[in-house]
């Protein structure tokens, strides 16, 4: 069953196509990954689907709601849609509690100044936070925390939100050995409990271990889909690699 | 002990000014340069009130707020538009404009000839005319706004500004509509800047358009900047600071009639000086 | 006399002053990407000087001039070499930058108030002897007809600076990427502090000529930043063309607005202007 799916999807940027005429279908409760050279198009991609930046042509659905053309960041919370960051963006000056908590928390204006549930947020946070073992760091600030903890905040963050379709871009740059199993872990877990992830990654190897669909990208366009160890062998696909 | 008593007042008057705009400065990071525009907002309606109809002080401080309220809630949807530098030079602007309305508009406030005789407030017979009553109002005042402000701030709404200070697209993806968000303070802080403006109106009991000048939004800006942004208490030692600083030339010499240039020699320098050497202020945690 | 040619001769004056304000302040932004709000002060400290070597001290005017405008070059120069140079170094935000801009401004009107008094001076010897030109049904002095003269060079002269000389390109390089040029080896600090004393030294000429129009008093830098900087937006901040047509279009749309209304809410209309370009039109007309 697809849980997101674009149509004709297109981006302009100083005259360049960044995604050209894109049309995918996502499944619901897979592990999708989009590869590609760089410059693709997969986070320009990501930004479109999460509302950060406008689209040109071409229109998302999500969850069989009608077609979007138009993606407000703040409205994507309603379609079950939550990301992470290729460059890290936490809240710097806030602790590490505080960035869990602030996606927890009331969106509505005047609930939020009249917060009733403190409690239950708390818990929720501490659950999120122990899970990547930060809980310890809650009351440092975001900005003083190493690259690694860094990412894994950003993890924590959208683990918080508990969207059904999480939008994670290169979650496992940079990060040491020990690191990538806890994220692998996460995203394993995902998916048994039926969310479905969308990962941009480089790393073949986790390609093949985790995902059960993958999209290749090149300049804008879709250039093969498949399972992962056919789709990596592919001419096309590898020629697209070392050629850029 | 007269003067102490003076001084005191204007540092409750300017400490309310300098919380309020911490809460758009300070917590939610828009640089807003306007607030001296909402000062004279209140202190115009009262004025007007005081002078020209039998309301009280009271009432006229609550229509202060809401003209003020209004009058901000405008300006932040035009200035939500803006990020920013430019979201500096068009709160400069409207401060202009809302001057340019003191001074204009003569027919309501006298232009720059000022609005003389506003009287002192009456509280169920009892009259503020001694400025030690009127001391213990203004702190009233204050510390009422500096808990409001406090409750906003701890709770989750607070934590929300305080990541749309830090990075407001990111924040937006996780599903709030920062516009309303940064509007609702912006309105809530023009209120209670009104509320500064209206005691200013009574305390001195004559206003005129020279006291709300761009000027005085670099010095309510002076003041949070020096604190520390983003810190309560830090506002209050600014405040404490910059009121105090000035009056301490006066006992080294310096002629009067100079004295209002020399606050703005003062706080002028201090706000480069900070830039230069510790833009998070005196307790503040947060850099511009 | 007609009604609208004495407009357009207004608008048309009206534009050159501002004009000499835009052309300065898009000079700098194009090289330093900030809005440098303490550049308006530039023609009061130009005003001014020759005010005290003139008037003051009896100097010969020509030679007053050239000193005056030399004096705002220098100190322009200055405030970059103490103040925007260490916070450029620091990577400061623009914010910041801003902020100190903001707090130079205050400060150096406020030094200018103390030294000169707040009084309205005027820089012209005789104020009913000027020699009066008539055009097109219009009325013209002398002196606003060299300031249209000097607005109108002064813009040549930049076109031909940028375009035709090693400087020019040098300032051309370092307004498109700073980094760049800093790589092909253009030393960008010393283009920019150049770059600081030309612009300042403009607006103090601007600063000078005011003075004979009409006269000096310490807070004309601000009413004359405030329109410099709309004009150098509407036209398009950075561009040399942009501050020209900017000056002109709100020389017009001032002079006019307030044909049906009273002559003092022309601040008020500019800002609008402002407003509604920063809207609608933020990069200006000359979309850079």
Do not use: C
Request: hydrophobic share 50%; glycine share 10%; aromatic share 12%.
């Amino acid at each position: 069953m697809s849980v997101l799916q674009t149509k004709n999807l297109t981006k302009r940027f100083d005259g360049i196509n960044a995604v050209n005429n894109l049309s995918i279908d996502v499944e619901k409760g897979k592990i999708t990954s989009i590869i590609g050279p760089n410059g693709s198009g997969k986070t320009t991609l990501i930004n479109l689907l999460s509302g950060m930046i406008k689209i040109d042509d071409g229109v998302v659905s999500f969850n069989g709601s009608k077609e979007l053309s138009k993606i407000q960041p703040y409205q994507v919370g309603f379609y079950e849609v939550t990301r992470t960051f290729q460059e890290v963006r936490l809240f710097e000056q806030m602790t590490v509690l505080d960035n869990i908590l602030v996606v927890l928390t009331e969106r509505n204006v005047f609930n939020s100044l009249f917060e009733k549930h403190k409690q239950y947020h708390l818990k929720k946070a501490q659950e999120v936070l122990e899970k990547i073992g930060l809980w310890e760091k809650r009351n440092q600030l975001a900005v003083n925390l190493s690259y690694g903890q860094r990412k894994l905040l950003e993890i924590a963050r959208v683990l918080g939100v508990d969207a059904e379709i999480i939008l994670l871009d290169e979650p496992f740059a940079g990060l040491f050995p020990e690191m990538v199993k806890i994220v692998s872990g996460i995203i394993k877990e995902l998916k048994q409990k039926g969310k479905t992830v969308i990962l941009i990654e480089h790393n073949m190897d986790l390609i093949r271990e985790l995902s059960d669909h993958v999209f290749v990208m090149d300049e804008g366009k879709l250039l093969a889909e498949g399972e992962p160890h056919k789709v990596l062998e592919k001419r096309e696909v590898v020629e697209a690699y070392l050629g850029e | 002990m007269e003067y102490f008593i003076h001084l005191a007042i204007l540092f409750s008057i300017y400490a309310t000014l300098g919380v309020s705009l911490n809460l758009i400065v300070g917590y939610t990071g828009l640089l807003s340069v306007t607030h001296a525009a909402f000062y004279g907002l209140g202190a115009y309606a009262t004025a007007i009130l005081l002078t020209t109809t039998g309301i009280g002080f009271f009432l006229s401080v609550i229509i202060g707020i809401l003209v003020a309220m209004v009058a901000s809630f405008l300006i932040g949807i035009v200035l939500s538009k803006f990020d920013n530098d430019y979201y500096a030079l068009a709160s400069l602007g409207f401060n202009t404009i809302i001057f340019a309305l003191f001074l204009n508009w003569q027919s309501l406030t006298r232009g720059p000839l000022g609005i003389p005789g506003i009287s002192r407030p009456e509280l169920f017979g009892f009259d503020f005319s001694s400025n030690l009553s009127f001391l213990i109002l203004s702190l009233i005042i204050l510390v009422l706004i500096f808990y409001i402000s406090k409750f906003i701030v701890n709770s989750s709404f607070g934590r929300v500004l305080k990541a749309i200070r830090g990075d407001e697209k990111a924040i937006q993806v996780f599903g709030y509509n920062t516009a309303y968000y940064k509007l609702t303070i912006f309105v809530i802080s023009a209120g209670m800047a009104a509320v500064a403006g209206s005691l200013f109106a009574s305390y001195i009991t004559f206003v005129d358009p020279s006291s709300f000048t761009v000027f005085e939004s670099i010095f309510i800006l002076a003041i949070i900047i020096l604190g520390g942004l983003s810190n309560m208490r830090g506002v209050i030692l600014g405040a404490l600071f910059l009121i105090l600083l000035p009056e301490a030339l006066r006992f080294v010499g310096f002629p009067p009639d100079i004295a209002a240039q020399m606050r703005q020699v003062i706080y002028g320098l201090i706000l480069v000086l900070l830039m230069l050497y510790r833009p998070q202020g005196l307790l503040g945690e947060y850099k511009l | 006399m007609d009604i609208i040619p004495q407009l357009v001769l207004n608008s048309i004056i009206a534009g050159s002053i501002y004009a000499l304000i835009a052309l300065g302040f898009n000079l700098i932004y194009g090289a330093t990407k900030f809005f440098n709000l303490s550049h308006g002060v530039m023609a009061a400290i130009g005003g001014y000087s020759v005010f005290y070597f003139a008037k003051t001290l009896g100097w010969n005017l020509p030679l007053s001039i050239v000193i005056g405008v030399l004096l705002a070059g220098l100190i322009g120069y200055a405030l970059d070499k103490l103040v925007y140079l260490p916070l450029r170094k620091r990577k400061a935000s623009n914010m910041v930058l801003l902020v100190a801009s903001l707090g130079l401004f205050t400060a150096i009107q406020a030094i200018i108030a103390i030294l000169f008094t707040s009084q309205f001076q005027t820089l012209s010897q005789n104020v009913s002897g000027q020699r009066i030109y008539e055009i097109f049904g219009g009325v013209i002095t002398q002196t606003q007809l060299i300031i249209l003269i000097s607005a109108i060079a002064i813009t040549i002269g930049l076109i031909l600076l940028l375009k035709y000389t090693m400087f020019g390109k040098a300032i051309k390089a370092v307004s498109d990427d700073e980094e760049v040029a800093k790589i092909v080896g253009i030393n960008t600090n010393r283009i920019i502090g150049y770059v600081f004393f030309i612009g300042s030294a403009i607006a103090g000429l601007g600063g000078v000529l005011v003075g004979f129009d009409t006269g000096i008093e310490p807070t004309m830098g601000f009413a004359l930043l405030l329109k410099g900087v709309i004009a150098a937006i509407i036209g398009g901040v950075g561009s040399i063309y942009g501050a020209l047509i900017g000056a002109f279009l709100l020389g017009f749309v001032e002079n006019f607005g307030i044909w049906h209304i009273s002559g003092e809410w022309k601040d008020a209309i500019a800002f609008i202007l402002l407003i509604l370009f920063l809207i609608f039109r933020p990069r200006g007309i000359i979309n850079k």
